[in-house]
Antibody
Framework: EVQLVESGGGSVKPGGSLRLSCAAS????????MNWVRQAPGKGLEWVGRIRSKTEGRTTDYAAPVRGRFTISRDDSKNTLFLEMNSLKTEDTAVYYC?????????????????????WGQGTLVTVSS | EFVLTQSPGTLSLSPGERATLSCRAS???????LAWYQQKPGQAPRLLIF???SRATGIPDRFSGSGSGPDFTLTISRLEPEDFAVYYC?????????FGPGTKVDIK
């Protein structure tokens, strides 16, 4: 069974830091691209960023509001995704979800990347308040 | 700045009716890197459609997607009770990943 479990959420003061983790199981983690998405209370989904697989050099992309403050990384040996959040602002208060963003599917003739691999964690709440 | 706009904001329909949701990208480039997600209260999102028109694994065929940049459509052919939720489009081409603001489909 594919499973993603986030941890590390909590309360922090503005300007502080927090590190979220996402433990993955039930799939070949090192082939998957991974996302962080957040949702402020009563608001819509906001994409935070992604990290690609080793095949693409574990490259990252970030949404403008978090670029330069947040860092996404992964430890493929431990099947774990991370989100390092620095210089936190009150507007970063949200439930943070980790999710898959696609993976490589193996076929007789080779492998091919597809976004058709969807799994999400239960979310972890980050509250930034003085 | 790349922005996705969704319309309508809320769609009030009855079970069995057809739902048509729109998503428009601020830049017209013919892209098909467009996904649709469903989210119910207190739950994580669920991928319905990727590459603008491909149904994700396990998604019922009453859900269909169409279009290419800048205009995309999600159609639910006959609404089931479990389909009343919020629907988001997402553009994921290149370095992007932004979501639209969502369309809420509620019971009339």
């Amino acid at each position: 069974e594919v499973q993603l479990v986030e941890s590390g959420g909590g309360s922090v003061k503005p300007g502080g830091s927090l590190r979220l983790s996402c433990a993955a199981s039930g799939f070949i983690f090192n082939k998957a691209w991974m996302n962080w998405v957040r949702q402020a209370p009563g608001k819509g989904l906001e994409w935070v960023g992604r990290i690609r697989s080793k095949t693409e050099g574990r490259t990252t992309d970030y949404a403008a509001p978090v670029r330069g403050r947040f860092t996404i990384s992964r430890d493929d040996s431990k099947n774990t995704l991370f989100l390092e959040m620095n210089s936190l602002k009150t507007e970063d208060t949200a439930v943070y979800y980790c999710g898959t963003d696609g993976t490589y599917h193996d076929y007789v003739w080779g492998s091919s990347f597809s976004k058709d691999f969807d799994s999400w964690g239960q979310g972890t709440l980050v509250t930034v308040s003085s | 700045e790349f922005v996705l706009t969704q319309s309508p904001g809320t769609l009030s329909l009855s079970p069995g009716e057809r739902a048509t949701l729109s998503c428009r990208a601020s830049q017209s480039d013919g892209t098909t890197y467009l996904a649709w997600y469903q989210q119910k209260p207190g739950q994580a999102p669920r991928l319905l459609i990727f590459d603008a028109s491909s149904r994700a694994t396990g998604i019922p065929d009453r859900f269909s997607g169409s279009g290419s940049g800048p205009d995309f459509t999600l159609t639910i052919s006959r609404l089931e009770p479990e389909d009343f939720a919020v629907y988001y489009c997402q553009h994921y081409g290149g370095s992007r990943g932004s979501f639209g603001p969502g369309t809420k489909v509620d019971i009339k």
